[in-house]
């Protein structure tokens, strides 16, 4: 199913977004560099189950670029915009990396906007103090990726964001997470992808869900850089089974078991 295509006018510019499936809505946030065409595959796994929207942040794939003195509060902004504009409220939200701070900020400052909200991301990107997480992020940043195949949309991604990575990682490292966190009241699952290489960074999603009224953790070890391609299912299974309340998941770790590929 090829997801369809669309723009919202948004305070602080345009916003592309793909969107597929039925049912009730879900918005998934993206991380950086990357688009909505990095959830392409996700959105296949949840279209049985949810109306999927996937917008292209500010500045990154089709939409327009981010705006001046850059805040995620102002991403969250327009997201808001953009969940009214296609009157799709209240959706459930999922946050990767980037697009967690922007969940996280939308939950806290526009809460009738927000069903449920997963915050995901590997553990550099769920630390708690901000100068800790800044030094994890550029730490990873710094480390080579080596991936055998980079693909197209791959490529894309990066060359349509490159102008404003710098501005977006200045916005994460400002952004005061601990507080952000106190204010959401939105049922709240942080799901952490936990890989080998940040084991000496310890495991953050029990405290972060600690700082979130009834927040649950969940932890998937044995994850990787590429968790959202490679471990697809299981993460679509979570997400449709927290969003539809059939479960709540327990504080505790879950192996994923290695990519057979």
């Known amino acids: 199913m090829t997801p369809e295509s669309g723009y919202v006018a948004t305070r602080h510019g345009q916003m592309h977004y793909r969107k597929t499936g ?30 999927v929207i996937a917008p292209d942040t500010l500045g990154f794939g089709k939409s ?6 850059l805040k995620m509060e102002t991403l969250a902004e327009a997201t808001a915009d953009l969940i009214l504009a296609l009157r799709i409220n209240p959706s459930p939200i999922f946050g990767l990396h980037t697009g967690n701070k922007i969940g996280a900020a939308l939950s806290a400052g526009w809460p009738e906007l927000v069903s449920h909200f997963i915050l995901c991301g590997m553990t550099h990107s769920i630390i708690l103090n901000r100068s800790t997480r800044e030094a994890a992020i550029q730490t990873l940043v710094a480390t080579p990726f080596t991936k055998k195949d980079i693909t197209d949309e791959e490529k894309m991604d990066r060359e349509e964001g490159a102008k404003s990575i710098d501005q977006i990682y200045k916005a994460n490292y400002d952004l005061d997470l601990e507080s952000i966190l106190q204010k959401i ?20 999603a029990v405290a972060v869900a600690e700082h979130i009224p009834g ?12 968790a959202l391609e490679l471990r697809t299912p299981e993460i679509a299974k979570v997400i449709v089974d927290f969003t539809s309340d059939k479960i709540t998941l327990p504080s505790t770790r879950s192996m994923i078991p290695e990519n057979p590929g």
Not at 64 to 69: F, N, Q, S, Y
Not at 185 to 204: F, K, Y
């Open 22 to 51: 039925g049912g009730p809505p879900l918005v998934l946030l993206h991380a950086t560099p990357k688009s909505s065409r990095s959830f392409m595959p996700l959105m296949q796994q949840l279209a049985a189950h949810h109306t």
């Open 64 to 69: 327009d670029p981010l705006p001046p003195h």
């Open 185 to 204: 009241e939105t049922p709240t699952l942080v799901l952490e992808l936990a890989t080998p290489e940040e084991d000496h960074l310890g495991r953050q």
């Open 215 to 226: 927040a649950t953790a969940h932890t998937f070890e044995g994850s990787d850089r590429d």
